[in-house]
């Protein structure tokens, strides 16, 4: 005679069939967050920098900085950027910052920024090297110059958030810094290396 089957096996083979699949969904969806939607920082490229207004006088410097960088968003979603901004630096000592307002990069896709602002005059702290100066010219070449220059450090920063599975917000963080050669006689960019 067959044993009559007791319907407690069967529940608990059920459960843990149950079980089993609920943690091999959830370790696919870890996997497919891991690999296909964890969020990346976007991708700042520094295309140029002029200073379209420059003079020095007395031991003083004035000019206008303009930067010209283009930046990529490598996410699957929007980026939303705010609290960003742009720093000049000079012998350690902030002389320049301007704020750049906030906005929205789309998935997949690159936005040109141009920022442009004034730098009050300061001191020149340092003598102008003189003798060649050797960096990259923005386009792929070295400049080369024979002229005093001074070198100046720009600090592009981008903070924002990128939304992951229309869910989660994840918090990211872009820097760029470049070093910028001028010719001191009429300010032009011998070349810049970030």
Request: glycine content about 8%.
């Amino acid at each position: 005679m067959n044993e009559p089957r007791r319907p407690g096996r069967t529940n608990l083979a059920s459960c843990i069939v149950a079980t089993v699949f609920l943690v091999l969904a959830v370790a696919v969806i870890v996997i497919v967050y891991l690999c296909v939607f964890k969020p990346k920082d976007p991708k700042i490229a520094v295309h140029a920098m002029r200073f379209p207004t420059f003079s020095i006088s007395n031991g003083t410097v004035d000019f206008t900085f303009s930067q010209y960088v283009a930046v990529k968003n490598p996410n699957r979603d929007a980026f939303t950027h705010y609290d960003s901004s742009v720093q000049l630096v000079y012998s350690g000592s902030e002389v320049g910052f301007m704020f750049i307002p906030a906005g929205k990069i789309d998935a997949g896709r690159t936005q040109y920024m141009l920022a442009t602002f004034a730098v009050k005059s300061f001191p020149v702290t340092q003598a102008p090297l003189s003798g060649v100066t050797a960096l990259n010219d923005g386009v792929g070449g070295v400049g080369m110059g024979m002229e005093p220059t001074m070198e100046i450090e720009s600090r592009m920063k981008l903070v924002g958030r990128v939304r992951v599975l229309w869910f989660f917000t994840h918090t990211v963080d872009s820097r760029v810094s470049c070093s910028v050669a001028i010719e001191v006689s009429n300010g032009s960019v011998l070349g810049f290396h970030c």
